[in-house]
């Protein structure tokens, strides 16, 4: 009896090793929830490196006059940043004292300084041809920094994601909307799906599908310990956090 035990208590302390250890930590709009650091800068890409996250995760929007610029909301210090010229954004500035960055220095920068997987958010825009340039602009941007190879591309505009797999058809391209089964993104062709807590909560079935559709499942934005240890209980392959260091703990436990 007690070797049965015995046997049991170490198969499932190495399942749980496992499950843990194939969950890989992105940390969401950078890590910016840390001293110095603010939402998209080149501090939070530093940062997310530092501590060793999987990925980063950023955001980036082209702006009236065709310029890419990395941040998250469209109206950010009272700027929008889809209908306004570059010059008045270049005014704006984050909230650790960097200027907005545009996504060539963001790019640059993690080209030179950092080896997290990048996980690059466009943002949708208000006309399909405008996410058409702005998406052809990104794929430009990630060959001159050499960082497609570490870049994954994810998107709510179901048009973005389409263009993106058209343009770049070997990489990793993701849904976010969260209205698609896991058979619909297969036949798309996209890499997997990318969905927030309420989705996967509300369809947790999807996890194994996606997995026996082969394709790979992260959620987000996950920020308590009691749906960190649901998410990882339930076997996905990413977990996207504003406190990746306090996954990062839970993992590793």
Known sequence: MMKRFAFFTVFTLAMCTMVCAQVKVVA????????????????????????????????????????????????????NMETTPFAEIRKVYLDNGEQLPTLDEYLKHAAANTKTRLVLEMKSLTDIKREDEAAAKIVKALKKYKVLDRTDIIAFSINACLTFKKLLPDTKIYYLEGDMEPKKIKRLGFAGIDYSMGAIK????????????????????????????????????????????????????
């Open 28 to 79: 969401h709009r950078g890590y910016w929830t840390t001293p110095g650091s603010a939402q998209n800068s080149i501090a939070s890409i530093t940062k997310a490196d530092a501590i060793g996250a999987f990925g980063s995760e950023f955001d980036v929007w082209m702006t009236t006059d065709g310029k890419l610029v990395v941040n998250h909301d469209k109206s950010f210090k009272g700027v």
């Open 202 to 253: 509300q369809h947790p079935e999807w996890v194994k599908e996606s997995h026996k559709l082969g394709l790979e499942v992260n959620v987000w934005t996950v920020d308590k310990e009691d749906d960190m240890k649901y998410f990882i209980g339930l076997g996905v392959d990413y977990i996207t956090t504003n406190q990746p260091e306090q996954l990062q703990k839970l993992l590793a436990k």
